[in-house]
């Protein structure tokens, strides 16, 4: 229970948001553009069939950058429950949003929401490789350094965000181990 005390604990909407500015700063996108991405993979990935979320959407001859303004700031609202709390986003929004995120940013959303709860999360196992030796070996050894690295960096009192991020870092490198097995079982069962 001490621990508890210790470490602030984000909400879910919290933790989504952070994740969307991280994506923000690191595309250095403007928010209205990072809105414009999470619609439109929305929509080209059918998911206004399954979650029903009903954003504007752009009309030949319309007005691009009031639609784009528009849903910006409908998905802000939604991802704010530090000035207001109504408003807030729906629960059937949290799944969408994490299967637009970039990969690596919806591994750290999942760890950093269920870690406390004591639920593990961690990258599935692909069920066939089909890259190329080169780019598996490349992967490996990015995916391996920055885990390392950020494991390394850890101190005996580092905050739950650096913890949460070595987390992630370190579940990317075992993926990457385990594309590299199913490759290596992949040619052994095809006689070399």
Not at 76 to 89: A, F, P, S
Not at 109 to 116: G, I, S
Not at 182 to 187: A, L
């Amino acid at each position: 229970m001490n621990g508890m005390r210790n470490r602030p604990h984000k909400t879910m909407i919290g933790v989504l948001r952070d994740a969307v500015h991280t994506w923000r700063q690191r595309e250095r996108w403007s928010m209205e553009v990072v809105a414009n991405e999470i619609v439109q993979r929305y929509y080209q990935q059918g998911l206004d069939v399954v979650w029903l979320v009903d954003f504007h959407r752009h009309e030949p001859g319309g007005d691009v950058v009031r639609v784009m303004k528009t849903n910006c700031e409908r998905i802000t609202r939604w991802l704010d429950d530090q000035t207001k709390d109504t408003n807030l986003m729906s629960a059937n929004f949290v799944p969408m949003l994490l299967q637009v995120m970039p990969p690596d940013l919806r591994l750290q959303v999942l760890v950093e929401a269920f870690t406390p709860l004591g639920i593990d999360v961690s990258l599935r196992m692909a069920d066939e490789v089909t890259d190329s030796h080169a780019a598996l070996m490349s992967a490996l050894a990015k995916e391996s350094g920055e885990g390392m690295a950020a494991f390394a960096l850890l101190a005996d009192r580092c905050t739950h965000d650096e913890l949460t991020r070595a987390l992630v870092e370190i579940e990317e490198g075992a993926a990457a181990h385990q594309d590299a097995a199913v490759f290596i079982r992949q040619r052994l069962g095809r006689g070399g």
